[in-house]
């Protein structure tokens, strides 16, 4: 589905944003096959490795896990006063106490870097600890171009588990839901930086006291 490579080119928070903004619930990409998972060859869908769940949830955008969420998933409050209580994923989609997926967004032209030291092991320690939910992802969300740094990231340090998926999605794969948000959100912002940069020409062309 990924013939093209562009995710690089454009900044994680452009990525996310656009993805936020074209996605309310997780119905749109529910059910495509964009989800490459470690322990498997072929692109799967997140409604075949989440059965559970009989529709696709909401997808929640920068949201802290809670006091009393964490204790529902099997995380004991001492845990997360310590440990967890700035968690906060680029998106969760979760169906109560049955599933729950983190997706970390990431994108730029350092690969070898983004993925070194990743601080999503706290992500991938909170999903070990919830106790109570049976069916966990953690997913990266990705450029292609990525891909090659990402899986030995994955491998290293988020294993696959019996009960806690691990794996990445491309960027490229979700073209079609995210386009026209991409070409919005940047065309704002260009707009925005040439007014800035008109000002400051304007500025720097006024004569010196």
Same mark, same amino acid.
């Given at each position: ?33 964009? /989800? ?56 969760? &989609?979760?169906?109560?106490? +049955? ?28 999903? +070990? ?11 990266? /969300? &990705? ?40 070409? +919005?959100? /940047? ?23």
């Amino acid at each position: 589905m990924a013939d093209i490579e562009f995710g690089h080119l454009f900044p994680e928070s452009v990525l996310s944003w656009s993805l936020h903004q074209a996605c309310k619930d997780a119905s749109e990409f529910w059910n495509l096959r964009i /989800v490459h998972s470690m322990a498997g060859h072929e692109p799967e869908t997140f409604s075949t490795l989440f059965p559970s769940l009989t529709k696709a949830p909401m997808l929640h955008f920068e949201k802290l896990f809670k006091k009393e969420e964490a204790e529902i998933y099997g995380i004991p409050e001492i845990n997360h006063e310590r440990t967890f209580w700035g968690l906060r994923p680029d998106f969760i &989609i979760k169906d109560g106490d +049955r599933s729950l997926i983190l997706l970390e967004s990431k994108s730029g032209d350092k690969p070898e870097k983004i993925y070194a030291f990743p601080k999503e092991r706290c992500h991938y320690e909170f999903l +070990r600890q919830c106790n109570k939910i049976k069916n966990k992802g953690f997913y990266y /969300v &990705i450029p292609k171009a990525h891909a090659a740094f990402c899986k030995i990231c994955l491998a290293e340090y988020f294993p696959e588990e019996p009960n806690l998926h691990s794996g990445f999605v491309w960027w490229e794969d979700l073209l079609s839901i995210i386009g026209d948000e991409i070409t +919005r959100t /940047v065309s704002d912002q260009v707009l925005k930086q040439m007014e800035g940069l008109k000002k400051l020409q304007e500025w720097q062309k006024k004569p010196m006291d």
